[in-house]
């Protein structure tokens, strides 16, 4: 399993935080231009909250938030009156800091005589105000890119040595943010005077450095409380859960310039339409132009270092045509760069997760998607040791409870087992052999305090056996085998659950997981079908439990009679006309294969994308261990591997036949 | 065109042909063929040869908003004047509720367009006549000073409409109900010392032109002209005539007709009361409604002592194009004055079935729109009048008075006559899209 | 061009086939640059501008308006051919301009519908770009050209360089002017990603979607546009395809897409019978 960074450990404060009032904003602005500085920071304009020159704190974007998605960007009221209750932008630092047009060199020529005089850099004095842990990251990245090797891009270096950083700790997130997984952020851990965290008491603010600190020895604040002082690091705790982990860093370097010639490439480039938006609003590319005004006579030139893109196609141009002609040469270069080619240059990834590529790139392509898809991880090893995981080993455990669910359909409840069964994942399976009868894989419906849960549909004869199983019985197993679904991708976002018939029985773990910390996630759907009302399993949860824990289900069969007054179809028809938006959303889905792949296009339709979309695949599996070969699907063995899969990572081979 | 005229020497003194290569310093390709039997004009016609573009057929099934974007490539020079016809005659159609900044913002944009079109006319286009040379390129040899003044002016005016369209020609910012962007109030008083100084230049055109000597011409011509009881016509008035006419804008089509003429690729307008020629733009506009003016402007004609001449010496327009010139600076340094960013730059709308119909004062005079639109809001057909054919007829009437007085003269210099009286007309190139070629048949 | 360096003072010209001038008063709309560029090239023939004339030969000539009447066809292999370096300049001359709708349509219908008696109009069933005739050395776009890439082409010219015309998206030039995204933030179509920058991104700028008159950019990707726009956003094929039917509609790809989508304008596309106004006006000419 890839574990999230932990936070990196705060600096000493210099002073404890103050807390102010969001009026007592106004002053801290008053000192800032005092000190001779120009204050940029937030507001409202054309439709987004970007970054602008700052002379009054009723500028700010107070009581203003927004709504992203991948190609999707809404301002958004509030129903609050907070000053940095948004998430960023499209504007970053970079266009203070590194200037999209700045004049270098005028050079001039005559009588054959040719000067070159640089243009000095007089930047004005600058204080960012409200910029981000990931924006300070960028800001970090420039420093060693422009000023932290042998060569220093003058205009840089001056702008950014007088620069005052007053940082704002999230204490929001938007779908598109990914700063946890470049260990970025939310949380302010250095590069910044002082550091603002807003929660619904006001602002604290903290002092980082001597400057800091003179600012807020001004200000003449008082003292937070411990009370306040723990909503503020509870709120961005909060956001830092909320983000959850959505890029796989380690080894992804690795991973992705091992894939030079993945099919995705091409199909990303089918989408992209190079128009370099991405670059542009990215606060750490730094390709660059010269590019010249000139008089008509070529006698006076200035020379202007501009922004370009990798997107562009002459940017890689010699006489004879470009090195990268193709769109999917020019994508793969920008990613691999940030993602890769970076670490080797500069020692961190060009990315810092501030999301918007993501968001800004005008057709809703997912950086954190494309990665996946083109560098998938494997599945992380189960973080226990499965019990008896040998040929012919199984553990004994001894039926506790029987609970008939349908005609044909019961649940067992296994108790007295091995701890280590109970340490198991939503999604994962156990190996039941009962004697006589061929060791068969069944999901786990639940996990309890002394053991597991199991649903069994009595299908065939051993099926048949173990649904009449009595309290007392006792049968082998071996397990928890197999990958679970990622519930901390999900953590933070919107999940989407669609399953038929039985396939329910291994996503109730996940729901039981959303009831006991449903703060854990976002909206939680879940579209259910079953052949008749009869059929519906654990109409205690379906009707009861999950409804009340805010969990929207939606259930359908595909025959009612008169006692039914829900749908009736196929369960992809429960959302055809739902109003959610799927940019940001992961699905689970289990069912027959060929209701999962009606249910995959289904999604996709409405945006969940391949890397967002999982589900449990079933093989006749004898050993559960990847030893027998029965499951072995492609490159994959189903059991071990699998059975949850991202359909990214299964690729083309998700629905073929014969494989 | 197939016939290109070419330079011919004067053959028989009895039977001549005098010819003139295509007309330059207007905007627009035509020809014009005038036939002289024993001393009289028998016929002077003008033909109108450039291709056709069919923007009438090109707007049908397009939206109100794209109608703008489109009718405005009609012409380079006055895409505005294309641009306001069109939007006000759907917003009128549609019952648009307009911001009043919204309202003083076009007629600002208009101050734009007239003083870059009344400029580029003046000095680069018509001067060039009296002061003797083939181009304002060429006079500026002689008189940079005057030249340079003379592109700062008109690059005020290509300031104001940059700022409020993004470009000066083909703005984009022009919607039904407002603007997409309306500029902040800082923005316009940046714009203020250049208009300031090109006002000040213009009143020293309008001295400069008034001394200049004009050919002598008499005819009264018929004049038509927006006219409004507050204000100097823009977008806003009633249709007036010198004989009384005096209807509502959208009735344009109850007094007035178009119709083809062999030979020309123009439809031209004619009154239906057989009437025939009539005269549009600065000078019947000066005449009409000269009580409207700005002040300063009403000030600069009353000093020229032209108000008469104007009205009957066409080569004098050049006065009233001055005078006009003064009036687009001093309202738009008014209108800028008071400006107050509008509540609601753009005002929603929906589309309503009906015939839109308005006319706005193109620099060069009354530009009517009609659109016949269907219940989506998408147009079903079109009708474009621009000043330029309604001239047509008066320039084919002056160029018989203008030839009595040039015949006598020696062939060049009654040519180059003949030419400036054309010039003196403004006539748009690209409106009608025309190509004129001059020939003088003395048969 | 010759690599070599210009001649000292070149010869220019500056003509127009169909068109609205507005390209041609871009280089009147110099201003106070104007006169610079007028001491450095030598003006041979510009008939909006002078009365002195030529016919050539000229070492630039710029050529405003596109090809549509069978003259304007025979013409510019008269000027090419006394042309050492052509430059079109403007979306009418580089992709046929706004009259080139009726490429899709019938050319009769057309005339029919705005004249009373077609016949005495003469003009090509097409509306064709300078390049489809004759070779072109360099071209500028846009409705109308930009004043600075104007200049830039001048400088090039005059020094015997090759002209920086970028060939970046609108969308760079957008986000280098710190203009918010209309297509993200607004939802507005804007063709600002598959078209050639060089405006300055005018219109995102002034709060509207980008209506790509300066025409697609090399290889710009307008199906994935397309796809985008009716896949995801929900718009309908058709009308999505039309937000490319205008200033360079001819130009490709977005004449294939237009194609592909249906998006060719009503007006554009049918064949009109007679439109009652022209009916009108043909009924006024029989009466008298």
Not at chain 1, 96 to 102: A, D, G, K, Q, R
Request: aromatic share 6%; charged share 20%; with cysteine.
């Amino acid at each position: 399993m890839v574990m999230t960074p932990p936070p990196p450990a705060p600096l000493p404060a210099l002073a404890g935080p103050r807390f102010l009032s969001r009026d007592g904003i106004q002053p801290l602005l008053d000192l800032l231009r005092a000190d001779g500085r120009r204050v940029i920071g937030p507001t409202v304009a054309d439709g987004a909250i970007v970054m602008d020159e700052i002379v009054s704190a009723d500028q700010l974007p107070r009581g203003w938030g927004d709504d992203q998605a991948p190609g999707r960007y809404r301002l958004v009221r509030r129903e609050d009156d907070r000053l940095f209750g948004y998430n960023l932008g499209p504007s970053s630092p970079k266009a203070w800091t590194f200037p999209s047009l700045v004049p270098i060199s005028r050079a001039t020529r005559s009588e054959g005589k040719v000067t070159f005089d640089p243009v000095l850099p007089e930047p004005p004095k600058i204080a960012f105000l409200g910029i981000r842990a990931c924006e300070i990251a960028a800001l970090r990245i420039h420093d060693r890119v422009l000023q932290g090797g042998p060569f220093v891009d003058t205009d840089y270096a001056a702008r950014r040595a007088d620069t005052l950083i007053v940082a704002v700790g999230c204490t929001v997130s938007a779908p598109t943010c990914f700063c946890t997984s470049m260990g970025s952020g939310p949380e302010l851990t250095a590069g910044h005077d002082l550091a603002i965290v807003e929660t619904e008491d006001g602002l604290l603010v903290e002092a980082a450095t001597p400057a800091g600190e003179t600012l807020l020895a001004a200000l003449a604040a008082r003292v937070a409380t411990p009370e306040e002082r723990a909503r503020a690091t509870h709120e961005v705790a909060a956001t830092r859960a909320r983000i959850g982990d959505p890029v796989a860093l380690p080894g992804l370097k690795e991973r992705l310039l091992a894939q030079p010639d993945h099919p995705r490439w091409a199909e990303v480039a089918e989408r992209c339409i190079t128009c370099g938006s991405c670059t542009s609003v990215c606060p750490t590319c730094f390709c660059t132009s010269v590019t010249q005004t000139t008089d008509l006579a070529g006698a006076d030139v200035v020379m202007n270092r501009t922004w370009d893109s990798c997107f562009s196609p002459s940017f890689a141009k010699v006489a004879g045509g470009s090195f990268r002609s193709r769109p999917r040469d020019r994508y793969r270069q920008w990613l691999t760069h940030k993602l890769a080619t970076w670490e080797d240059q500069f020692g961190t990834p060009g990315c810092v997760g501030c999301g918007r590529c993501v968001t800004w790139c005008p057709v809703g392509i997912d950086l954190r998607e494309e990665a996946a898809a083109i560098a998938p991880v494997r599945p992380p090893e189960p973080v226990i040791a499965p019990v008896a995981a040998t040929p012919g080993a199984f553990a004994v455990g001894r039926v506790s409870a029987v609970r008939s669910e349908t005609a044909d359909t019961t649940t067992l409840a296994i108790d007295r087992l091995d701890p280590a069964f109970a340490a198991g994942r939503p999604g994962q399976f156990a190996m039941v052999d009962l004697p006589g009868f061929p060791p068969l894989p069944i999901s786990i419906s639940r996990f309890t305090a002394d053991g597991l849960v199991l649903t069994i549909r009595g299908a065939g004869p051993a099926t048949r056996v173990l649904c009449g199983l009595q309290p007392g019985d006792e049968v082998g197993l071996r397990g928890p085998l197999g990958t679970a679904w990622p519930l901390d991708r999900v953590a933070g976002r919107d999940l989407v659950i669609v399953t038929g018939g039985i396939g329910l029985a291994p996503l109730r773990p996940v729901l039981d997981a959303v009831v006991a910390d449903r703060e854990r996630f976002g909206s939680v759907r879940l579209y259910y079908g079953a052949r008749t009302p009869a059929d519906l399993l654990f109409r205690d949860e379906l009707e009861g439990i999950w409804p009340h824990a805010g969990i929207e289900v939606a259930l359908t069969v595909d025959r009612a009679g008169s006692d039914w007054s829900g749908p009736v179809g196929v369960v992809t028809h429960l959302f055809d006309r739902a109003t959610w938006d799927g940019s940001a959303t992961h699905a689970f889905v289990c069912g027959p294969e060929r209701m999962m792949q009606a249910t995959v296009a289904a999604l996709a339709a409405r945006g969940i994308g391949a890397a967002r979309t999982w589900v449990t695949l079933e093989r006749h599996m004898e050993c559960g261990i990847g030893l027998c070969g029965h499951c072995q699907m492609g490159s994959l063995f189903i059991c071990k591997d699998g059975p949850v899969f991202s359909i990214a990572q299964l690729g083309d081979t998700f629905g073929r036949e014969g494989i | 065109m197939t016939e290109r005229p070419t330079p011919t020497p004067a053959p028989v003194p009895e039977d001549r042909t005098y010819a003139v290569g295509e007309l330059t310093r207007v905007e627009g390709e035509g020809s014009l063929h005038l036939v002289v039997r024993g001393g009289e004009i028998v016929e002077a016609r003008l033909g109108i040869f450039e291709a056709p573009r069919y923007f009438e057929a090109l707007v049908v099934d397009r939206t109100p908003d794209e109608v703008i974007d489109i009718v405005a490539r009609i012409c380079g020079i006055c895409p505005v004047a294309y641009q306001m016809s069109a939007v006000h005659a759907f917003e009128d159609l549609f019952g648009v509720a307009i911001d009043p900044s919204v309202r003083a913002l076009r007629r600002l944009l208009y101050c734009g367009e007239w003083i870059e079109s009344h400029a580029l006319h003046i000095w680069l286009l018509h001067a060039p006549d009296f002061l003797g040379y083939p181009s304002a390129i060429a006079m500026a040899a002689d008189h940079r000073e005057r030249v340079e003044a003379a592109l700062r002016a008109k690059k005020a005016g290509n300031d104001l409409l940059r700022l409020l369209g993004g470009r000066p020609i083909h703005p984009v910012s022009v919607r039904v109900g407002g603007w997409s962007r309306a500029p902040r109030r800082s923005e316009l008083l940046a714009l203020r010392p250049a208009l300031a100084d090109g006002l000040a230049i213009a009143q020293e055109t309008t001295r400069f032109v008034a001394s200049l000597p004009m050919p002598a011409f008499a005819r009264e011509p018929r004049l038509v002209s927006l006219r409004h009881p507050d204000e100097y016509p823009f977008n806003h008035g009633r249709i007036v005539s010198s004989d009384g006419i005096d209807i509502p804008m959208a009735d344009w089509r109850s007094i007035f007709e178009e119709h083809q003429v062999e030979g020309s690729n123009a439809l031209h307008a004619r009154t239906l009361d057989g009437k025939g020629a009539y005269l549009l733009g600065p000078a019947a506009r000066v005449t009409l409604t000269g009580g409207t003016l700005h002040p300063l402007a009403r000030e600069a004609l009353d000093q020229s002592g032209f108000a008469e001449l104007i009205r009957t010496n066409i080569y004098a327009s050049i006065v009233a194009r001055g005078v006009e010139l003064i009036h687009a600076y001093a309202e738009a340094l008014d209108l800028i004055d008071a400006y107050v960013p509008p509540s609601v730059p753009l005002a929603a709308w929906e589309p309503r079935a009906g015939v839109a119909a308005w006319a706005t004062e193109a620099p060069r005079g009354l530009l009517f729109h009609r659109y016949v639109v269907d219940d989506r809001g998408r147009i079903r057909e079109a009708q474009i009048v621009p000043p330029t054919s309604q001239n047509q007829a008066a320039i084919e009437a002056d160029l018989v008075v203008a030839a009595r007085e040039v015949l006598a003269l020696p062939h060049a210099e009654a040519t180059h006559r003949l030419e400036q009286m054309i010039r003196s007309y403004d006539p748009c190139i690209s409106c009608a899209t025309h190509f004129l070629d001059l020939t003088i048949d003395r048969a | 061009m010759a690599s070599s360096a210009a001649p000292a003072r070149p010869r220019v010209g500056v003509v127009k086939m169909a068109s609205c001038d507005g390209c041609q008063l871009t280089i009147l709309d110099l201003e106070e640059r104007l006169l610079d560029v007028t001491e450095r090239f030598e003006i041979l023939d510009f008939p909006e501008a002078s009365s002195a004339r030529s016919a050539g030969p000229f070492d630039v000539l710029f050529i405003e308006g596109s090809i549509s009447d069978p003259h304007q066809a025979e013409r510019i292999v008269e000027l090419r051919a006394r042309t050492r370096y052509l430059v079109t300049i403007g979306a009418c001359a580089t992709a046929g301009g706004i009259q080139a709708l009726r490429n899709w349509g019938d050319h009769a219908a057309f005339r029919d519908a705005v004249y009373a008696r077609p016949e005495w109009v003469a003009s090509l069933d097409r509306s064709l770009p300078v390049a489809d005739l004759v070779p072109v050395d360099a071209e500028l776009r846009g409705c109308p050209i930009d004043p600075d890439q104007l200049l830039e082409l001048l400088a090039a010219l005059a020094t015997g360089r090759r002209p920086q015309l970028r060939d970046e998206s609108v969308c760079q030039e957008c986000k280098r002017r710190g203009a918010v995204c209309v297509a993200v933030a607004k939802g507005v179509p804007c063709l600002g990603q598959v078209t050639q920058g060089g405006c300055g991104a005018i219109c995102p700028r002034y709060g509207r979607g980008c209506y790509g008159c300066f025409g697609p950019r090399e290889g710009a990707n307008v199906d994935g546009l397309l796809r985008h726009l009716t896949a995801d956003l929900g718009h309908d094929p058709a009308e999505a395809g039309r937000l490319l039917a205008g200033f360079t509609a001819w130009a490709q790809p977005f004449r294939s897409a237009i194609d592909a989508t249906g998006g060719a304008p009503e007006g554009s596309r049918r064949s009109l019978p007679m439109a009652p106004e022209a009916a009108r006006r043909a009924a006024q000419e029989g009466a008298r």
